[in-house]
Structure formats: C-alpha cells, structure tokens
C-alpha cells in the first residue's frame, strides 16, 4: 500500500455498514441489535467525512454532527422501549416479542 | 509506507475487528467494550482525515454518553450471556444475513473499482455545488471548531432547530416511557 485515499476509507466504511447490517439481522439480542445499529450509523459517518474531506466540502461534516443528534435521540428512546419491553416479558430476545407472528 | 498508512491501518483493523467481534460476542457487556473499541478507532480515522471537532465529538457521545447508558442497561437489566437456544443464529436468518452481506459488499466493491467521480477529480468532485444559501458559495471543508459554528447556526440554522425539537422529543418520550404506569399493573 502506497498512500491512503479516499477510497480506502470508502472501502472500510463499507464494511462496517456490512458488518453492523450482519448484526443487525442474526442477532437476536435486542440490546445487540442496537448496538449493531450503531455500528452501521458509524460507518455512515465515516463515509461522510471521507467524501467531505477529498471534496473539501463542509457539508459532509456537518451532516454527521445531526446524524450523532439523531443517533443519540434514538439510542435514549430504544433502550427506553427495551426496558418497557422487557418489564412486560422478561426477556430482550427478539423471539420473545412475537406476539403478532402467528 | 509511511506513518499515515501505518495509522490507518490499525485503526482500520481495530474498527473492524472491534465490530466483528461485538456481533459475535456472547456477553453483552464484553459486545459493549468491543463496541468502545471500534468507536474510538473510528474516532482516529476522523483525526486522519482532518475533522478533529468530530473525532472529539465522536469520543464524547458515542464512546462517552451512549456506551455508558447501554452498559446502565445491560447492567440494570441484568442481561447474562446468551444461554441455550438464543445464543444459536437461526439458520434462516443467518443465511439472509451472510446472503445480502455478500450482495452489499460486492455492489460497493463495483462501486469503489470504477469510482471515478469521487477521487479522479477531487476539486470538481461535488457536481451540485451551487447548493448553498450563504452568499451563493459552498461551505469549504476546515478543520477549525468555528467554521463547524458557522456552518451551523448559517445554513444549517433550521436543521439544527429541528436537531434541537427532535433531542426535546426524544427526552419527553423517554420520560414518558420509563414512568411507572399506575393503570397498567
């Protein structure tokens, strides 16, 4: 490897969205989903910074200071819905809360 | 390879390895430290990329204020490690997972191998730039605290209004959320 380039950072934003996606979908701890979700807003972020940085636009920037305030906003409200929800059934795991599958 | 490089490759493989390993974790709480440890190395790329104000914000919220309040939960709610049939990956789902992965990365790796557009001409790459309301010129990336204050209460003022209102929101939800419902038991 020669030198970084905004490629580089692309690639590796990528994979963190896939690998947050990968959480997202075979985990079945809800607590770890969220944290999965997290984990994909991240790669997003990253994303952002790296274009905004090789087009030298503050644009990319500053959108990512909303998405860690939207982020934050629905960390607070989800982990509040998990704690209802595991008041209710006594249990985070998704297979729990499968009261409309059937 | 110089300095730059080196850096970017271990705080490369730190976010990733510290995803990888958070969604295959049994323990809750160990995902969390994985967690912390991706988000941090996250937080060194922005530093490699030039937007320090991020890299402490990200360290701040993420690392700081959200991890804290997942392992209050974790901890609150007493989560143990997955025991049993939970802790299995459900095959349907696994191969759904693993199958749109696949798909996701190989659209992205097409998408990286003929991207022209994003570095083959980095000073004429944002093709829209007539996009910003302050004296007809777009914002140029800076790496001062400042211009992030500029940029914000100038052209993003009514974003950040509603940035303001949704923080507001989600802070009466949670309250109305976690308050013990009288009617309910």
Same mark, same amino acid.
């Given at each position: 490897?020669?030198y970084v380039t905004p490629?580089?950072f692309?690639?590796?934003?990528f994979?963190?969205f896939? @690998?947050g996606f990968?959480g997202?979908?075979? #985990?079945r701890?809800?607590l770890l @989903?969220?944290?999965?979700?997290?984990?994909?807003?991240?790669g997003v $972020?990253?994303a952002?910074v790296?274009?905004?940085r090789?087009?030298? $636009?503050?644009d990319g920037?500053?959108?990512v200071?909303f998405?860690m305030?939207?982020a934050a906003?629905?960390?607070?409200?989800g982990l509040a819905?998990?704690v209802?929800?595991?008041k209710? #059934? #006594?249990?985070v795991?998704?297979?729990?809360?499968?009261?409309l599958q $059937? | 390879?110089?300095?730059?490089?080196l850096?970017?490759l271990?705080?490369?493989?730190?976010a990733?390895g510290g995803? &990888?390993?958070?969604?295959f974790?049994?323990h809750p709480?160990?995902a969390?430290?994985?967690?912390i &440890?991706s988000?941090v190395?996250?937080?060194?790329l922005?530093v490699?990329?030039?937007?320090?104000f *991020?890299?402490?914000?990200?360290?701040?919220?993420?690392?700081?204020?959200v991890?804290?309040?997942?392992?209050?939960?974790?901890?609150l709610l007493d989560v !143990?490690?997955d025991?049993?049939?939970?802790?299995r990956?459900?095959?349907?789902? !696994?191969?759904a997972?693993v &199958?749109?992965?696949?798909?996701l990365? &190989?659209?992205?790796l097409i998408?990286?191998v003929?991207?022209s557009?994003?570095?083959?001409s980095?000073?004429?790459?944002?093709? *829209?730039?007539?996009?910003?309301?302050?004296n007809g010129q777009?914002?140029l990336?800076?790496?001062?605290v400042k211009s992030?204050?500029f940029g914000?209460?100038?052209?993003?003022?009514?974003?950040?209004q509603?940035?303001g209102?949704l923080?507001?929101a989600?802070m009466?939800?949670?309250?109305?959320l976690s308050k013990?419902?009288?009617l309910d038991r």
């Amino acid at each position: 490897m020669e030198y970084v380039t905004p490629q580089h950072f692309l690639l590796l934003s990528f994979l963190l969205f896939g @690998v947050g996606f990968l959480g997202v979908v075979i #985990r079945r701890n809800l607590l770890l @989903v969220l944290m999965s979700l997290e984990l994909m807003l991240n790669g997003v $972020n990253l994303a952002l910074v790296s274009f905004s940085r090789a087009g030298l $636009n503050l644009d990319g920037s500053l959108f990512v200071f909303f998405i860690m305030t939207v982020a934050a906003a629905e960390v607070a409200v989800g982990l509040a819905l998990l704690v209802a929800l595991y008041k209710k #059934r #006594r249990s985070v795991f998704s297979e729990d809360a499968a009261l409309l599958q $059937n | 390879m110089n300095f730059v490089d080196l850096l970017f490759l271990i705080f490369a493989t730190l976010a990733l390895g510290g995803g &990888v390993l958070m969604i295959f974790s049994r323990h809750p709480v160990s995902a969390a430290m994985f967690m912390i &440890v991706s988000m941090v190395s996250v937080a060194g790329l922005f530093v490699l990329l030039e937007a320090f104000f *991020l890299a402490i914000l990200q360290v701040l919220v993420y690392a700081g204020a959200v991890m804290v309040l997942f392992l209050f939960i974790i901890m609150l709610l007493d989560v !143990g490690p997955d025991a049993g049939k939970t802790s299995r990956v459900k095959f349907i789902s !696994g191969l759904a997972g693993v &199958v749109c992965f696949g798909i996701l990365m &190989v659209l992205c790796l097409i998408a990286v191998v003929d991207a022209s557009p994003v570095c083959g001409s980095c000073s004429s790459w944002p093709a *829209l730039s007539e996009n910003s309301l302050v004296n007809g010129q777009s914002l140029l990336f800076s790496t001062s605290v400042k211009s992030f204050g500029f940029g914000l209460f100038s052209k993003y003022m009514l974003p950040i209004q509603v940035a303001g209102f949704l923080l507001l929101a989600a802070m009466v939800g949670v309250i109305i959320l976690s308050k013990r419902v009288a009617l309910d038991r």
